[in-house]
């Protein structure tokens, strides 16, 4: 099973500032590495597939990066409904793991 | 407009059972995989089955042989079968429609909670 570790477990930050979200995996996952945002009370929301593709509707703040091993999601400029908990997601070998998640607070 | 609607969510007790409802609108639910993923409180989410257009399943290690995974395309709707609960299955379950490629879950219900406790 594939492990994804994030970090930092939580980030706190002001709105207007950059936040840099990493994601590590146990194998090499070439550049198949989905990101999502969780508000509380919400499912889970797609934001970025294969790495660093938004998708359908995702603000261009959102930006997807890495391949392999490594993994980063950055938020170019924070605005205040970007603040919600971020997950990182592989399949390998047709299974599928999450990542602990990363809390983003103000 | 695409959505998922779930229900099923309940207090069972351990070793009891429980079906879990997901009922697809505004796409054609014939055409794509669909998975069961779960969340228990506090803890990041996780995946525990998917069904392909041709009814094929797969099952996370952690409820293989006790969950069972089936879908009804004439009504749009996706079940989950959970037999055998135990007090770690507490969660919240969702379903959620599943690109072929297994690299996203694009459109997700709005969540049941299941509750095993004696």
């Known amino acids: 099973e594939v492990v994804l570790t994030q970090s930092p477990d939580t980030l706190s930050l002001s709105p207007g500032e950059r936040a840099t979200l990493s994601c590590r995996a146990s194998?090499?996952?070439?550049?198949?590495l989905t990101w999502y945002q969780q508000k509380p009370g919400q499912a889970p929301k797609l934001l970025i597939y294969?790495?660093?593709n938004r998708a359908a509707g995702i603000p261009d703040r959102y930006i997807g990066s890495g391949s392999g091993t490594d993994f980063t999601l950055t938020i170019s400029r924070l605005e205040p409904e970007d603040f919600a908990v971020y997950y990182c997601?592989?399949?390998?070998?047709?299974?599928?793991?999450f990542g602990q998640g990363t809390r983003l607070e103000i | 407009q695409e959505q998922l609607v779930q229900s099923g969510g309940d207090l069972v007790k351990p070793g009891g059972s429980l079906r879990l409802s997901c009922v697809a609108s505004?796409?054609?639910?014939?055409?794509?995989?669909m998975s069961w993923i779960r969340q228990a409180p506090g803890k990041g989410p996780e995946w525990i089955s998917y069904?392909?257009?041709?009814?094929?399943?797969a099952y996370a290690d952690a409820v293989r042989g006790r969950f069972t995974v089936f879908r009804d395309n004439a009504n749009n709707s996706l079940f989950l079968q959970m037999n055998s609960l135990g007090t770690d299955d507490t969660a919240m379950y969702y379903c959620?429609?599943?690109?072929?490629?297994?690299?996203?879950?694009?459109?997700w219900g709005q969540g049941t909670f299941v509750t095993v406790s004696s």
């Open positions: 959620a429609r599943t690109w072929s490629s297994l690299d996203a879950f694009d459109i």
């Open positions: 505004g796409f054609s639910f014939s055409d794509y995989y």
């Open positions: 069904i392909t257009t041709s009814d094929l399943t």
């Open positions: 194998q090499d996952l070439r550049n198949y």
């Open positions: 294969d790495a660093s």
């Open positions: 997601q592989q399949r390998s070998n047709r299974q599928i793991t």
